[in-house]
């Protein structure tokens, strides 16, 4: 009988070691290898996604036809072949006609494939620094619900009462007191209104599900079309075939509507008209560690609000998402910190990218599975 299943068992698996090919195929930031006169000789799948073209086309290249040949980065390969060093770089921009990234990470070094070889790796840094501040947000965001929870309890009955006051005022007092009467009872409809808003940031559980993700840009498309951005050209280049979002479809709505919204008073406020484009896609590589050490998430779709308004000052870029921070003469400073709740709320990420004629908002969001929950929300 033992001899029999031992005629009968499986061999055991042979564990081979990976060759120097896969495991560069595997890494998720982008490596080339580069000749002496900064050719490419390899490249593996995340490079050619990080540069938009084929092995076969980056090795038809040399590296200054994509990036200026006065980039620092010439500066470091050179040194990386006079002094055998390995050099790293955060927060490079590469910019020309036929590449533009910007919040670059690259390391280079030495290779014994020849003589001035180099290994040069390129990673999004923005993603790595958009997480950072996501964390930031979602901190920011549970002081404003606590504060919210404190003023709604505190602030919201005497207010009611001044408000109440003032309209009895308002029928009893002479003609030149009732604008006084009528002021204090809109400044108290105004702090109201400002708590309600606050409220939002309260800690509720989001219903989701699967959301088809073109349906509810198509009804942000519509009300902003028939309201505040009658007078703007919406865009839509939408990939056909992007998968159902697994969020709450109302929260998404609130978002974009927010997003479109912004982008229309930053072109009414500068030249009047322009346009709004309303972008999805897939991207492939997406994935961030959970605080906490969680699981990686993928996050593999990409909404994307762009405008050619005025574009946004640096010193507001930094801390745009923080609570109360706006530069409108109006504004509470609320709507993009809620923006940043939201999409963290999801387990996304959100990214801006602005300079003068050209601001994107990016949304990173995951994807629904059918594991996830029941069947995919109709909405």
């Keep these: ?112 494939e020849g003589p001035d070889c180099v290994l040069l790796t390129v990673s999004d840094w923005s993603a790595a620094r958009a997480l950072d501040r996501q964390l930031n947000f979602r901190n920011a965001a549970r002081s404003v619900a606590g504060m919210a929870a404190t003023l709604a309890h505190e602030v919201k009955n005497p207010l009611s009462g001044i408000r109440g006051a003032a309209q009895l005022l308002e029928n009893s007092v002479a003609e030149g007191d009732r604008e006084l009467a009528v002021l204090i009872r809109e400044e108290a409809d105004r702090i109201r209104a400002l708590v309600d808003r606050m409220e939002a940031f309260s800690e509720e559980p989001a219903r989701r599900g699967g959301v088809n993700i073109h349906r509810v840009l198509d009804h942000v498309r519509r009300l902003a079309q028939s309201g505040f951005a009658a007078h703007l050209q919406l865009l839509e280049l939408y990939d056909p075939s992007l998968p159902p979002v697994w969020g709450d479809r109302d929260q998404l709505v609130q978002v974009f509507l927010n997003l479109v919204k912004n982008a229309a008073e930053a072109i009414t406020a500068s030249t009047g008209e322009g346009q709004i484009t309303l972008i999805t896609a897939y991207q492939h590589g997406v994935r961030l560690a959970a605080p906490g050490g969680g699981p990686r998430v993928h996050l ?55 300079r003068p004629g050209r601001t994107e908002f990016r949304i990173f969001l995951p994807m629904y599975h059918e594991e996830q929950a029941g069947a995919p929300d109709p909405r």
């Design 300 to 354: 593999p779709l990409v909404i994307t609000v762009r405008d050619d308004g005025p574009g946004i000052a640096a010193d507001v870029e930094k801390i745009l998402f923080d609570p109360f921070v706006t530069t409108k003469p109006s504004g509470s400073g609320l709507g993009l910190a809620l923006v940043a709740k939201i999409i963290g709320d999801h387990g996304g990420l959100i990214e801006v990218d602005s």
């Design 1 to 112: 009988m033992n001899n029999l299943v031992r005629a009968y068992a499986k061999p055991k698996p042979q564990h081979l070691a990976p060759d120097a090919a896969s495991i560069l195929a595997a890494l998720p930031v982008g490596c080339v290898i580069l000749d002496a006169d900064n050719c490419f000789m390899a490249a593996n799948p995340s490079a050619e996604q990080f540069f938009g073209l084929s092995l076969a086309q980056l090795r038809q290249l040399e590296l200054s036809e994509l990036i200026p040949a006065d980039h620092p980065l010439f500066l470091m390969l050179r040194h990386v072949r006079d002094y055998d060093v390995t050099i790293s770089e955060r927060d490079l921009s590469f910019e020309s006609p036929r590449l533009s990234r910007r919040g670059v990470a690259v390391q280079a070094g030495p290779i014994a």
